[in-house]
């Protein structure tokens, strides 16, 4: 069975009840939120106070009158938040918004050479690559790391850390190979954490768009069987990650030669870099159904002005008997 969601709907925030489609979805959605929070201990109170804040800022964010200014007030009829708990929250104290700059690089590094034509063979897959060139190569990982961040980081510095990880290794005769499922990161929760947020947030945006809007509707689509044995699954399984990450890498080599031609163009805002590429843990992470995680970095370029896309893909299975083992 093909799912399509459409966003040809009428529009239900103008009831005086919430549908009970709506709510019955969200409930769906709910329930996997819930397993995840109790498994880091996340207790409701913890959770109310999150979402307090998030209500204020979406509030505040995206629900202005024109050429008004947003009031404590209005936020309060809004939400149903308190405006003493508004007023606290509308004027934080600032916080440290740095992110692990490493991740971001890294991802971005690892796209360039599962991409780039310099950095792969003859039959498409990432060359083995010293480390600084001598007079016969062709590449090395002191230009690949250069090629992708402005900043004074050392090749070295990178390498280490990547040897750490477990995504690159070294041979005998001191090539650099890349581990091809490098940036799955199991070890990784900062990364696995990032990517959750990204991906899903993005899905939900994507989703709830298409539900309140009459516009042409984000792509959504899905595939879904019930009774299906488990050598079936995993047939199914073998084909979504072959022909998916054939797709995503494909979208992947052509989003970085559109980012160059707009850079050759000069239509990238100004300070931004031309690359912006999807990371090998970005391709691998959905089949796997692990999660990741990582954050950009000013090295290519801190997002700015300009159209963002995000195409995911996951491939999620489980047992029948499932809610029942859950509940005994």
């Known amino acids: 069975m093909i799912g399509i969601m459409s966003a040809k709907i009428p529009d239900p925030t103008q009831s005086a009840e919430p549908p009970k489609a ?113 007079q016969r190569a062709e590449a090395d990982f002191e230009g690949l790391v250069a090629s992708v961040c402005k900043q004074d980081i050392r090749a070295r510095v990178v390498l280490d850390e990547w040897l750490r990880l477990g995504m690159v290794t070294i041979t005998d005769d001191q090539y650099i190979v890349l581990n091809k499922r490098a940036f799955i990161a199991d070890s990784s929760l900062d990364e696995k954490a990032f990517f959750l947020g990204m991906n899903l947030a993005d899905h939900m945006e994507a989703a709830s768009q298409n539900l309140r809007s009459s516009h042409p509707p984000f792509l959504e689509r899905c595939v879904y069987y019930d009774g299906l044995n488990e050598q079936s699954i995993q047939e199914l399984k073998d084909m979504a990650e072959e022909q998916g990450m054939a797709m995503l890498r494909s979208l ?77």
């Open 22 to 134: 709506v709510l019955a979805a969200l409930k769906q959605v709910l329930k996997p939120l819930v397993r995840l929070l109790l498994s880091f201990q996340i207790t409701l109170p913890y959770l109310i106070e999150l979402l307090k804040r998030t209500y204020v800022e979406v509030a505040d964010e995206d629900f202005k009158l024109d050429n008004k200014k947003q009031t404590d007030t209005r936020i309060s009829l809004l939400t149903g938040v308190h405006r003493k708990d508004i007023r606290r929250l509308r004027h934080p104290e600032s916080q440290d918004q740095a992110r692990d700059a490493s991740t971001s690089i890294g991802a971005q590094l690892v796209a360039h050479w599962i991409s780039k034509p310099e950095y792969l063979d003859e039959h498409g897959e990432p060359k083995r690559l010293q480390l600084k060139a001598d």
């Open 252 to 328: 992947n080599t052509r989003a970085l030669q559109l980012l160059e031609e707009q850079a050759s163009d000069g239509q990238l805002p100004e300070g931004q870099s031309s690359e912006k590429p999807l990371s090998e843990k970005q391709l691998s992470e959905e089949q796997e159904r692990d999660g990741a995680s990582s954050e950009r970095s000013s090295c290519a370029g801190a997002q700015q002005a300009g159209q963002r896309m995000n195409l995911g893909f996951y491939f999620f299975h489980e047992s029948d008997k499932r809610n029942d083992d859950v509940k005994s």
